[in-house]
């Protein structure tokens, strides 16, 4: 018997007709491609892929198979969906997996007023980070998940949430920290605190210095920003952050928010859900509330 995994491998190279590319899909080494396939061609008795053609094309025999083999998976995808939907209608509970920063700080408000029309559903957050958050969706383990500067990907129902506003965040003791705005140039060569180079908002902010033609001092990286909100405050460099991750410590006085004279930056933020996922009734209604109220904050 086949697994479905490796039936799935073989509809992604009949899908993109590259060894290199099922490899990367899939995070598995050509290799490993190479190895399924075989299994399959021996257990079937037959070739299913043409190697020498660049790019590579099924064979006969490869087409039926993939035909056969896209329907099943298709079905198999619909089950699962609708077997992940009985059950979470009957546990009335809607999961979600959302990026620290949005689930610690923009969520909250919108899950109080979901509460309040529907006090006897279970709204389950996690906390991960952006790669886990998409996996948590693509999986199936998550009915809806939230995260900053999203990616188009065919397997994604991806909506627009809240553009949040990017600012200057410093130590109230920093030169800086004194000014109503700042010029964006200011912070050449400033020591600056980042994220890794793997999240996301990482990639924006840099694309918004670049633009500027800006130099940093990179001081220190980090995976979330909480950490990074821990070493503004005491003073190791300065970052650029979303306001609405920073309305504690603004209001406890220990960072200084400060907008830029430039331009409104913003970092935008999305609502992904699996394309063919069968929300419950009010796991659609949760999500008509974030785009609704993201589309007023917008406006």
Not at 17 to 40: D, G, H, P, Y
């Amino acid at each position: 018997m086949m697994h479905v995994e490796t039936l799935k491998i073989f509809c992604d190279l009949g899908d993109l007709r590259s060894f290199s590319k099922t490899a990367e899909k899939n995070l598995l080494s050509q290799s490993a491609i190479s190895q399924q396939l075989a299994q399959l061609e021996l257990k079937h008795k037959c070739q299913l892929i043409d190697r020498k053609k660049r790019p590579i094309e099924l064979t006969k025999a490869g087409q039926l198979l993939y035909a056969a083999t896209r329907d099943m998976l298709e079905r198999y995808e619909r089950f699962k969906s609708e077997l992940a939907s009985l059950k979470s209608s009957a546990a009335n509970r809607i999961n979600v997996a959302a990026i620290y920063s949005i689930g610690m700080h923009a969520l909250p408000d919108y899950v109080k007023r979901f509460m309040v029309g529907n006090p006897n559903v279970n709204v389950h957050i996690e906390y991960f980070s952006a790669e886990r958050v998409y996996e948590q969706v693509l999986a199936g383990d998550a009915d809806i998940g939230l995260v900053a500067v999203p990616k188009r990907d065919k397997r994604l129902e991806v909506y627009d949430f809240e553009d949040e506003p990017l600012v200057l965040a410093c130590s109230p003791k920093h030169p800086l920290a004194n000014q109503s705005q700042v010029d964006i140039h200011q912070l050449q060569y400033e020591r600056f605190i980042g994220f890794e180079k793997d999240v996301p908002t990482r990639t924006w902010i840099d694309g918004i210095l670049q633009r500027y033609s800006i130099s940093i001092r990179p001081a220190m990286e980090f995976d979330n920003i909480e950490t990074v909100k821990r070493t503004v405050e005491i003073n190791s460099g300065i970052s650029m952050l979303p306001r609405t991750a920073m309305l504690q410590e603004i209001a406890a006085g220990t960072i200084k928010a400060i907008n830029f004279s430039n331009e409104n930056f913003v970092r935008p933020t999305g609502i992904i859900v699996r394309k063919n996922k069968i929300l419950s009734k009010a796991g659609k209604y949760f999500v008509e509330l974030l785009r609704k109220k993201g589309a007023n904050r917008r406006g």
